[in-house]
């Protein structure tokens, strides 16, 4: 009875491997896997039952000999199926030229810019938190409570009358300067929140840039020639500057700046309201309550403080005319600029 | 936001000025501009006014500003004198100066409110959007638009008990507004206030209380200087800000207080008719 089973086996085994030689792939593999490792070696386990106790012995041996043979015979094809297919999904050498490459936002493309032009002179770059507390905001600015300027920024309130959304990047320059001590030379931007429709020309949220310089025998000839080395080296060496008397609580004298129309260079179009100017920063000499508050001497420092909303300097870079457009993401109108 | 009118500003130049001229030099000084409108004649200007220059929310002030430029200067504002005289005053005033750091007030005998205001006013006021009332709030605004001073009016016969209290409100209450507008004031909102109740919300807006009628025949005058904080608190409270509170708040020039009153009263006098009487109050204990 044994005997008839090891023959059997034996040409099982010889079945085995001209199967595997004509397999074609792995589906047929483990076709052959289940009927000889699962159903055939099943079936011989349960015909040791019936073969007397010494039969058991060298049958079992020839059994686990069949099952090795047949695993491995198996698996050498499997394998060589497997990294057959690996290898065709994969061909990293093909060239796909549709690839669309991600780059930059336009926004993120004219910071960087003039980043690199306010490090140059000298500035380094610090940041501060987009929630705010009335202190930082306002108060330390020379924005005491119920001050008439608080009209100018509708603020967002989180937990009114106290916790806000800044309204203004200038809450950072508090924050760095109750840090330290003078001289301090920084740039510092951001988001900025304000309570906007969203129309043309404005959104509720919108990007800062402000500077601040303090230190001894700083002037006002000191802020126009960073603002104007500034504007030259970022929209070319014949921009006009011009600087007009303006108010901010927390600058005094307060100055506007205007450039020359980037549109027309000056000689008057829809983008300048034919006036050939463009107002693009505000700036002026820190108000000695605002040094004061921070514990500064201001009878021996002085500074100077600068502010510019990026999405409108934006604006006359690219030479967009509506605020929005910066937002919509519209990668046919970002691969033109 | 202050409209201004150009033929308005022609008083306060002896030769005739060109529209652009002046436009060049405000902007010069940085001032940046609203819309524009023609009315026959006349150009209506809107010049965007920033918190730190509330001496351009009038027209002698941009007129100040103009002969600046050149090194001029406007002249004095002008009236007929009248001694002060606090203790015989006909109304007894009491003022907390925590709220109001200078109250000037006179009385005018026997005015005719029957007589309509001068066209001239009329006109000046419709190009600037301002309705007419009668002579003598039109000619109080036609003041205030000029000088930069607000300037309110009691009906004397309706001061009860003779006594008026510049203070905060001790309790809530509420008021009808002279337009007819019902409101509430709140403990702690400047009021002025007679035996009977509120007469006024300080530098806001009158109540129909004490209102000048077309059957009023003695007025009580008033140009005070209230704290800019208390006028600001109390307007954003009642959400009514009037021309008036819009001036307060900013701040109004304390030493031409007297100045415009008396001016304003020369007015009153000469279109309605009524004499001002003797002794005029003047409460301003920190002198600047």
């Known amino acids: ?337 | 936001m202050f409209k201004f009118s150009l033929n308005w500003l022609r008083d306060y130049f002896e030769e005739d000025i060109k529209y652009d001229e002046i436009m060049d030099k405000l902007k010069l000084q940085g001032f940046e501009f609203g819309g524009k409108k023609e009315f026959d004649g006349d150009v209506v200007t809107e010049i965007e006014v920033k918190a730190n220059r509330p001496d351009m929310l009038y027209h002698m002030g941009i007129a100040r500003e103009l002969k600046a430029f050149d090194g001029e200067k406007i002249p004095e504002i002008t009236h007929e004198n009248s001694a002060v005289n606090n203790e015989n005053f006909p109304v007894k005033i009491n003022v907390n100066k925590e709220v109001c750091k200078r109250y000037c007030a006179l009385k005018i005998s026997g005015v005719n409110l029957k007589i309509p205001t001068p066209e001239y006013i009329i006109k000046r006021l419709n190009v600037l959007e301002i309705n007419s009332v009668n002579a003598v709030v039109d000619i109080g605004n036609y003041v205030m638009l000029d000088m930069g001073q607000p300037i309110h009016s009691y009906d004397f016969d309706k001061i009860s008990g003779n006594k008026l209290t510049i203070d905060k409100s001790e309790k809530d209450s509420k008021i009808t507004t002279f337009i007819g507008d019902e409101a509430e004031v709140k403990k702690g909102d400047i009021v002025i206030s007679d035996d009977e109740g509120i007469k006024c919300v300080a530098g806001v807006i009158g109540t129909q209380g004490a209102a000048v009628t077309e059957i009023t025949k003695d007025i009580i005058l008033e140009a005070a200087n209230f704290d800019e904080i208390s006028v600001r608190l109390t307007s954003r409270r009642l959400k009514i800000s009037t021309p008036s509170s819009f001036r307060f708040e900013r701040g109004v020039n304390i030493n031409s207080t007297l100045d415009v009153l008396l001016k304003c009263a020369n007015m009153i006098t000469k279109i309605c008719g009524g004499k001002i009487e003797a002794n005029v109050f003047d409460f301003y204990p920190e002198k600047k």
């Open chain 1, 1 to 337: 009875m044994s005997a008839d089973i090891v023959k059997d086996i034996e040409n099982k085994k010889i079945d085995l491997e001209n199967a595997l030689k004509i397999v074609e792939d792995l589906k047929e593999v483990s076709a052959l896997k289940i009927e000889y490792l699962k159903k055939y070696v099943k079936f011989l386990y349960s015909e040791l039952k019936n073969v007397s106790v010494e039969e058991k012995k060298t049958l079992g041996k020839v059994i686990n000999d069949f099952k090795n043979f047949a695993e491995e015979k198996i698996k050498e094809v499997e394998s060589k199926y497997k990294q057959e297919k690996s290898a065709s999904k994969y061909d990293v050498t093909i060239f796909k030229d549709n690839i669309k490459l991600g780059s930059m936002h336009p926004l993120t493309k004219l910071y960087k810019k003039i980043e690199k032009v306010f490090v140059g002179m000298g500035f380094s770059v610090v940041q501060g938190p987009e929630i705010e507390i009335d202190k930082y905001n306002f108060e330390k600015l020379n924005l005491p409570p119920h001050h008439p300027a608080r009209d100018m920024q509708d603020t967002f309130y989180i937990s009114a009358p106290n916790v806000l959304l800044r309204s203004h990047t200038s809450s950072v320059q508090i924050r760095t300067m109750e840090k330290s001590k003078p001289p301090i030379q920084i740039i510092y931007h951001g988001t900025v929140y304000r309570v906007d429709d969203i129309d043309p020309q404005h959104t509720p949220m919108f990007y800062q840039i402000e500077g601040l310089m303090v230190a001894e025998k700083i002037s006002f000839a000191n802020l126009k020639a960073v603002l104007i080395k500034f504007l030259k080296e970022v929209f070319g060496e014949e921009t006009g500057v011009r600087f007009r008397p303006s108010y901010y609580p927390y600058t005094e004298p307060s100055a506007a700046v205007d450039m020359s129309c980037t549109k027309c260079g000056g000689k008057g179009c829809k983008t300048c309201r034919n006036t050939g100017w463009i107002t693009v920063l505000g700036s002026g000499m820190v108000h000695p309550n605002v040094l004061e508050g921070v514990g500064y001497d201001s009878k021996k420092y002085t500074g100077l403080a600068f502010g510019l909303g990026l999405n409108r300097l934006a604006l006359a870079y690219y030479n967009l005319d509506e605020i929005r457009k910066l937002y919509e993401n519209d990668i046919s109108l970002w691969q033109q600029i």
